[in-house]
């Protein structure tokens, strides 16, 4: 036997080894859907079902503008479920029969990115007000150190938890009951300066600021491996009645007893169902 002919032969050996070996893990059928790029097992053909339904689902919250907050923020969970969904590592060549015709999943999941862009631009037609924490950031010290940073800062919302993995979620208000809105601000404390007045006013836009922060509130944070203290003021953000869209927070899930988390003003239960208190 020539050279040539026993490297043949030896990669028959190996491909004949590999096919028993995935014979003998996924069995003939799912062997043959493996190859074909199909679900083999109930669980995968449920996820495959679940799948194509979110999809459809975020077909359809498409077409119209939501009519009410809840429905735009249900629409664009879904939409962000749909384009993140996962299971396993062959998910992504499966096929699924959609209203858009046969996709791949991995050709899906982008479109339900595209879809939640598209649902955030239209909104919805229901007004509510808004409220927003507003920390301004009065400047930084190095541990070890005694002066600090003159560089002013603000956060917005920042001591509120995100809704993962809604893409974009964060907007610069949640919305809240339009009966807890104050009638107007209030005079900002002796330890507020003009720049720092100014900064808190500049990120509530249009709304109404109350300041809330008579000193400072030190958080401690690392970076480059130093340690450093960063001290905030910290006020309150108060918006009017405003169509809900793409400036307002996705709520986050309600607690087990469908109560609103802390820190939060508003949340959505397992029902899909928008809580404001």
């Not at 053909?45 to 939501?66: I, L, R």
């Not at 509120?160 to 107007?184: L, N």
């Not at 509530?204 to 401690?220: A, K, L, P, S």
Request: hydrophobic share 35%; with cysteine.
């Amino acid at each position: 036997m020539s050279l040539e002919q026993e490297i043949l032969s030896m990669k028959k050996m190996v491909l004949a080894g590999f096919v028993l070996s995935s014979f003998g893990l996924l069995g003939c059928g799912g062997l043959l859907m493996l190859a074909v790029g199909g679900p083999s097992s109930p669980e995968d053909k449920a996820w495959v079902d679940s799948f194509t339904k979110k999809y459809n689902g975020t077909v359809e919250a498409t077409k119209t503008q939501s009519a009410t907050a809840e429905a735009y923020f249900n629409a664009l969970i879904l939409a962000t479920d749909c384009a993140h969904s996962s299971h396993g590592q062959l998910e992504e060549g499966w096929t699924v029969d959609t209203v858009d015709g046969k996709l791949r999943v991995g050709e899906a999941q982008p479109k339900c990115t595209q879809m939640g862009n598209s649902i955030r631009t239209k909104g919805s037609s229901e007004e509510a007000c808004g409220y927003a924490t507003v920390e301004v950031v009065g400047g930084t010290q190095r541990a070890g150190f005694t002066e600090w940073t003159s560089k002013v800062d603000v956060k917005v919302n920042d001591d509120v938890s995100e809704r993962r993995p809604v893409y974009r979620a964060r907007g610069d208000r949640q919305v809240v009951s339009c009966e807890k809105m104050p009638q107007k601000g209030n005079t900002p404390p002796p330890i507020w300066k003009k720049e720092y007045v100014k900064a808190a006013a500049d990120a509530c836009e249009d709304g109404t600021v109350v300041y809330t922060g008579t000193e400072w509130q030190i958080h401690n944070y690392t970076q480059d491996g130093n340690d450093y203290l960063e001290r905030r003021l910290v006020a309150e953000c108060w918006h009017g009645k405003k169509p809900v869209g793409a400036t307002f927070s996705v709520p986050l899930a309600c607690a087990k007893d469908g109560s609103v988390p802390e820190l939060s003003r508003s949340c959505i239960t397992t029902e899909g169902k928008l809580v404001v208190p």
